[in-house]
Structures are given as structure tokens and as C-alpha cells.
């Protein structure tokens, strides 16, 4: 195993070199296919058998599936900790934590996106499962590109670290602003050059009218969420990338938070009131992150150390949030009896 040479490394060279090693994990392409494979079976299981049928998903429901999704996550994490050690099953973890928690983020903007298009609820879990496939891809595709230029490129480094950092500034000054979804570019391009049926086509993507091929506005919807996932994409990938530099360690967390994606919607999408102070928890997280890539040759904090940063301020994010809306529950006047 990789660990063990390292382990020699460390013993011959010394614990800087062992250190700077253990951040790699190198592996063959098979390993790489063979994840990528047990996603795309794990995803078919998930869209052609449990859900097959459309339906509005419970609570109940998505509580399980959000569960089973985080509990796949964590046996993965104990896996790479026994086979590659505890620095990349911590690098995993605090990973998964980052892209999970700005995916939470990222509920709001998918309500926004359903009812400017007025989609039905038991629609919107073929919309968001296409919509994960096609950033899985995405993603890779990123990753790969990302690594490569970080690979060679040092100054890479501190524009995205100076990205994140805006980001983050960002993120919190525009909290409360709203998504408008007819501003979306690729949107007005679909509708000026793409034949779109009109109403309403249940589940289709695609219908046959007058003879002509035409797609349909769940289509239209689908072009949205995944042109949205670019943008979403520019922040979290990076953001792993300050975290760690092993590219297979971030794309495995990645698609481990993305595949959770549609329960957690499901699970948020009538609670995100309950999380309003949330974006300023991850726009500090952004700007941790960013100022870490822009130290990365003076400062290199523990793994542990930047995970307990990451929970620590998510948890005052959450709480601060849940504590103000049991006050305004508290405050609010009772209903008189009838």
C-alpha cells in the first residue's frame, strides 16, 4: 500500500518529506473507474428502482435517504482511513463537511428555480437526479483541470484563494438578496434557438408535436439547475482545494455530498427559515479557506485544526440560527381558542 512507502519515506528522509507524501495519494486509473462505476450504479439503484414511480417525497422519506447518503459517506471515510490512513480520511471528511454544508446553501436557490417554473413537487426528484449526473461529470472534469494547474502553476494558488476570500465577502453582504432564474444566460439562449413545447408534459423532457422533435419547460428547468451547478462548482471546488491537493480524495468527496444532494432538498425545503444566519457560517468558512491558500507556504495548520474550524463555525451558524427562531416562535402571540 501507499502508506507504507510512505511510512519508509519517513523513515529515511524524514517526517517533512513523509508529511509533504502523505498529502498524495496516487492511484491507478482502475480505482478511479471503479468509483466512478459504483456511482453510477448506486445512482440507477436509486432513480430506476426506489424511485421509479414519481412522487412527493416525505419527510420521513427524505430523513432516511439523507441518513442512508450520510451514512455511505462516513463507511467510505472509515475505509480510506484504514487502507490510506488518518490524514486522508480527515481531509475526506472536512471535504464532505465543506461541499455538504454549501450544498445546503444551495436549496434555496433550487426552490427559487421550481417555483418561478412552477414545477410540481413530485417532479422535481427526475429534475435534480439528471441535474447530479451532469455535475458529477462536471466536477471531474474540474477537478482534473483545477489539479493540473495547481500542479504547475504556484500562483494559482492565490487567485483562488483571493476568489474564495471574495466569495465568502460576498456571500455575506448579499444575504437575503433574491435569484431571479429569467436572468439566467443560458436560459434566454434555450428559449431563443430551442423549439419548446407548450404547457405542461409531466415528466418529459422531450415530446413529439406537429411531427417535430420539441423539449419541453422541465427540460428548460433541467438547463438551469445545471448551468447553476457551474457557478456553485467555481466555490466548492476550489474551497476543497485549500483543504487538500489530492485529487482523489476531493472528487470523492464531492460526489459523495452531491449524490445526498436530493434527499437534503427534500429534507430542507420547508425548513430553510430555520437557517438564516447560515450563509454567514459558510462565508467564513470561504474566507478561512481562502486566507489558508494565500499563506500556503508559511502556514500549514493540522488537518484536525481546519476541521475544527469548519465545524465550529457551522455550529454557531446553525445554533445562532435555531436560537433566533425559538425566540421569534416564543414572542409570536398565541392564536385565540375558537
Known amino acids: 500500500m501507499g502508506v507504507v512507502a510512505v511510512l519508509m519515506l519517513a523513515e529515511t528522509t524524514g517526517s517533512a518529506a ?23 450504479v448506486m445512482l440507477a439503484l436509486d432513480m430506476f428502482v426506489f424511485h421509479r414511480d ?19 459517506a462516513l463507511v467510505f471515510n472509515g475505509v480510506l482511513w484504514y487502507w490510506a490512513g488518518p490524514i486522508h480520511a480527515i481531509h475526506f471528511f472536512t471535504g464532505y463537511l465543506v461541499e455538504w454544508s454549501l450544498s445546503m446553501d444551495n436549496v434555496f436557490v433550487f426552490l427559487v428555480i421550481f417555483g418561478y417554473f412552477g414545477v410540481p413537487m413530485k417532479y422535481q426528484y427526475r429534475v435534480l437526479f439528471w441535474g447530479i449526473l451532469g455535475a458529477i461529470v462536471m466536477r471531474l472534469t474540474f477537478i482534473l483541470v483545477l489539479g493540473k494547474l495547481l500542479e504547475h502553476y504556484e500562483w494559482v494558488f492565490y487567485i483562488f484563494g483571493g476568489f474564495l476570500i ?11 438578496s433574491e435569484t431571479h432564474p429569467d436572468q439566467n444566460i443560458v436560459l434566454r ?12 408534459h409531466g415528466n418529459k ?13 422541465l ?13 456553485f462548482a467555481i466555490d466548492s471546488v476550489p474551497a476543497i482545494f485549500g483543504i ?22 427534500f429534507l430542507l425545503a420547508g425548513v430553510m427559515d430555520l437557517f438564516r444566519y447560515l450563509s454567514y457560517g459558510l462565508s467564513a468558512i470561504l474566507v478561512f479557506i481562502g486566507v489558508k491558500m494565500m499563506l500556503h507556504r508559511w502556514w500549514h495548520p493540522a488537518p484536525w485544526l481546519s476541521l475544527l474550524v469548519i465545524v465550529g463555525l457551522l455550529g454557531v451558524s446553525i445554533g445562532a440560527s435555531l436560537c433566533a427562531a425559538r425566540r421569534e416562535a416564543s414572542a409570536a402571540p398565541a392564536e385565540p381558542k375558537s
Open 189 to 200: 439562449i434555450a428559449r431563443r434557438y430551442l423549439r419548446v413545447a407548450q404547457g405542461t
Open 18 to 40: 513523509a508529511e509533504k507524501a502523505l498529502e498524495h495519494l496516487v492511484l491507478p486509473w482502475p480505482y478511479w473507474v471503479a468509483f466512478c462505476v459504483g456511482t453510477l
Open 166 to 176: 471574495w466569495t465568502g465577502i460576498k456571500l455575506a453582504s448579499a444575504h437575503g
Open 219 to 231: 427540460f428548460l428547468v433541467l438547463l438551469v439547475i445545471e448551468s447553476t451547478d457551474v457557478v
Open 244 to 265: 487538500t491537493s489530492d485529487r482523489f480524495v476531493i472528487f470523492t468527496s464531492n460526489v459523495f455530498a452531491i449524490m445526498g444532494l436530493r434527499a437534503l432538498y
Open 205 to 217: 423532457f422531450f415530446v413529439r408535436e406537429g411531427g417535430r422533435r420539441m423539449v419541453t419547460s
Open 54 to 72: 414519481s412522487h412527493e417525497p416525505s419527510f420521513r422519506e427524505s430523513a432516511l435517504w439523507t441518513l442512508f447518503w450520510c451514512s455511505l
